[in-house]
């Protein structure tokens, strides 16, 4: 199935380092979405973006859904150990399917 | 508010067996409900998705099956297991347009 394509693939970094990793896709989305998955559990939902150009923050997160609604990007601030996992992008199209295109992945390994 | 359970949390199965894995949603109705698979710990591989009772849609061939019988319940199963379906199975719901997906805690599945 089809997949965005998610950079960088995996980060290691210092504690109190700032990170961003982006998403880029061929096509349209309506919705980009940006979820962490610790190990050996679900991936949850971190940040929610409707509209193009729209700039959302939670706590040390911030996240853009792009101009051209092709793509988003991720920013962590003053990372911390808690911090590891692996970040997803998504996009989604709407739809009665409300189908989920997830990005690679990219795994962030935070050293204290 | 809503919840999702999945089980069992790990499973080991010989090669050949049959499988039957079980997801519930409560606190909402009628949601639409998904079914994934993660290798290696990386990417999300849609396998069923479902938007209602006995509609299943299949995203990739393979030796799994998706069954609906109950609006809030997804049952993923295989008549006989392969190697090649040992992964990180993960079920999952939304409702409405523009949502995102609640994931499970997922069911770590190892064919021997």
């Known amino acids: 199935g089809q997949q965005l394509n998610q950079s960088p693939q995996s980060m290691f970094i210092q504690e109190g380092e700032d990170v961003s990793m982006n998403c880029t896709s061929s096509s349209i989305f309506n919705t980009w979405l940006w979820y962490k998955q610790d190990p050996g559990e679900g991936p949850v939902l971190l940040i929610a973006l409707y509209k193009a150009g729209e700039l959302t923050s939670n706590g040390r997160l911030t996240a853009q859904f792009g101009i051209t609604r092709k793509d988003s990007f991720l920013n962590i601030s003053a990372s911390i150990p808690s911090d590891v996992g692996i970040y997803f992008c998504?996009?989604?199209?709407?739809?009665?399917?409300?189908?989920?295109?997830f990005g690679t992945g990219t795994l962030l390994a935070v050293q204290p | 508010s809503q919840t999702i359970h999945q089980w069992p949390a790990t499973l080991v199965q010989p090669v050949g067996s049959p499988l039957s894995l079980e997801c519930t949603v409560e606190g909402t109705s009628n949601p639409n409900l998904y079914w994934y698979r993660q290798a290696a710990g990386r990417g999300l591989q849609l396998l069923f998705y479902s938007i209602g009772i006995g509609q299943i849609s299949s995203e990739v061939p393979q030796n799994l099956s998706a069954s609906r019988p109950q609006d809030r319940q997804f049952i993923l199963s295989s008549k006989k297991l392969l190697l090649s379906d040992s992964g990180f199975y993960l079920c999952?719901?939304?409702?409405?347009?523009?949502?995102?997906?609640?994931f499970g805690s997922g069911t770590r599945l190892t064919v021997v």
């Open positions: 998504a996009g989604q199209r709407g739809g009665a399917t409300n189908k989920l295109i």
């Open positions: 999952a719901w939304s409702i409405g347009q523009g949502n995102g997906y609640t």
